[in-house]
Nanobody, 126 residues
């Protein structure tokens, strides 16, 4: 069965960096768009970034552009999110997800992703 496992979360001070990883199994990893999402307490889950192929078009929500970098290594069935210059507003549970349909990324909307990891907590203190 499809499984997604995130790792790499933690607590850092503002201005610090973290790298999240998401390893997928149980499907042809390279065939699907993968995305990172986050959800802070009391807020809706939002799409942070997504990527199809390592050389393909990527998407970033405006609030993380220039600070976060999404990448993937299909040989390792793993996606990454390098997060730099973190702020307290980045504090949230971060989830990776697989798009429901095969192929390029269609959107960053949660409804278009049907497999989710368990989440990894990121806490940024000021």
């Amino acid at each position: 069965q499809v499984q997604l496992v995130e790792s790499g979360g933690g607590s850092v001070q503002a201005g610090g960096s973290l790298r999240l990883s998401c390893r997928g199994s149980g499907y042809t990893y390279s065939s699907y768009c993968m995305g990172w999402f986050r959800q802070a307490p009391g807020k809706e889950r939002e799409g942070v970034a997504n990527i199809y192929n390592a050389w393909g078009t990527t998407y970033y929500v405006d609030s993380v552009k220039g600070r976060f970098t999404i990448s993937r290594d299909n040989a390792k069935n793993t996606m990454y999110l390098q997060m730099n210059t973190l702020t307290p507003e980045d504090s949230a549970m971060y989830y990776c997800a697989r798009q429901q349909i095969v192929g390029i990324c269609r959107s960053a909307a949660t409804r278009d992703y049907n497999y989710w990891g368990q989440g990894t907590q990121v806490t940024v203190s000021s």
